[in-house]
């Protein structure tokens, strides 16, 4: 079967919602040909969050498997369509508790290398085998290469939220955290191959860069993922699903 590696929600249930949701999706994934996921959890305020990823730690599915909890944030740099808790700081003690509310479970945490602190909390990560995705980021080349030497090996839904730097000298092409990750080759990425989230070109240089083996295919599903378009309200905010593509607003 296949297993997706980021995925918010599912028909009208959504993972940050409550236990009772993340069983429903379990439930549902399988007639997708999913058989094994990471729910992916988006930040609340501090105290929150390890107690609510906890009560999903209680969650023992029937159908698909869940193979650990996907972190995407607090320690992030860019919220994107995130709520603004995926910014948080950088706690060491906070870190330890989440590994320690996700048990029996692994937890993996998405970050951003320009993070500040993130250099002191990749190691806690590391320590306790908690993979260290990449992500909602405006690093440098040198702040993702740090980031990839303390052990973040792989960048979640590669390309969005991954701004291009600015130019700062007159004609010299200016190289972020896109071109790091690609340049190396211990990294692999995922991105959302769905014809909107990513150009076709950008897909074949990922593709040429690191070899199939080092790509996934991800759904970062939310919501209204296998419903009829309409409207429907994440993170507090409405939201419009029509085609291929969610949009604010």
């Given at each position: 079967?296949l297993i997706?590696l980021?995925t918010?929600g599912?028909?009208s249930y959504?993972?940050?919602?409550?236990?009772?949701?993340?069983?429903n999706?379990c439930?549902?994934?399988?007639?997708?040909?999913?058989?094994?996921?990471?729910p992916?959890?988006?930040?609340r305020?501090?105290?929150?969050l390890?107690e609510?990823l906890g009560?999903l730690?209680?969650?023992?599915?029937k159908?698909?498997?869940?193979?650990?909890?996907?972190l995407?944030?607090?320690?992030?740099s860019?919220t994107g369509a995130?709520p603004?808790e995926?910014?948080?700081?950088?706690?060491r003690?906070r870190t330890r508790?989440l590994?320690?509310a996700a048990r029996?479970y692994k937890?993996i945490f998405?970050?951003?290398?320009?993070f500040?602190?993130?250099g002191g909390?990749?190691?806690?990560m590391?320590?306790?085998?908690?993979?260290v995705f990449?992500?909602?980021?405006?690093a440098s080349v040198s702040?993702?290469?740090?980031?990839i030497?303390?052990g973040?090996?792989?960048?979640t839904?590669?390309?969005d939220?991954?701004p291009?730097?600015?130019?700062t000298?007159?004609?010299v092409?200016?190289?972020g955290a896109?071109?790091?990750?690609l340049?190396?080759?211990?990294v692999?990425?995922?991105?959302i191959?769905d014809?909107?989230?990513?150009?076709?070109?950008?897909?074949?240089?990922?593709?040429q860069?690191k070899?199939p083996d080092?790509?996934?295919?991800?759904?970062?599903?939310?919501i209204g993922?296998?419903?009829?378009?309409?409207?429907?309200?994440?993170f507090?905010?409405?939201i419009?699903f029509a085609?291929?593509?969610v949009r604010q607003?």
């Amino acid at each position: 079967g296949l297993i997706d590696l980021h995925t918010h929600g599912l028909h009208s249930y959504r993972i940050d919602n409550d236990p009772d949701d993340l069983d429903n999706i379990c439930r549902l994934l399988p007639q997708y040909g999913v058989t094994g996921f990471l729910p992916t959890v988006c930040p609340r305020p501090k105290r929150q969050l390890a107690e609510f990823l906890g009560r999903l730690a209680k969650v023992q599915s029937k159908a698909a498997e869940i193979l650990g909890f996907h972190l995407e944030g607090p320690f992030l740099s860019l919220t994107g369509a995130l709520p603004p808790e995926a910014i948080g700081t950088a706690d060491r003690e906070r870190t330890r508790a989440l590994i320690e509310a996700a048990r029996p479970y692994k937890a993996i945490f998405s970050v951003a290398p320009d993070f500040e602190g993130i250099g002191g909390l990749i190691p806690i990560m590391a320590k306790n085998n908690t993979p260290v995705f990449m992500t909602h980021t405006g690093a440098s080349v040198s702040q993702t290469q740090a980031a990839i030497a303390l052990g973040a090996k792989h960048a979640t839904h590669f390309y969005d939220v991954f701004p291009c730097p600015n130019e700062t000298d007159p004609g010299v092409r200016p190289c972020g955290a896109v071109e790091a990750i690609l340049a190396d080759p211990d990294v692999s990425v995922d991105f959302i191959l769905d014809g909107e989230h990513v150009d076709p070109v950008a897909v074949k240089m990922a593709l040429q860069c690191k070899g199939p083996d080092k790509v996934c295919l991800i759904t970062d599903a939310n919501i209204g993922a296998g419903l009829p378009p309409g409207k429907y309200t994440s993170f507090g905010t409405e939201i419009e699903f029509a085609y291929q593509a969610v949009r604010q607003g």
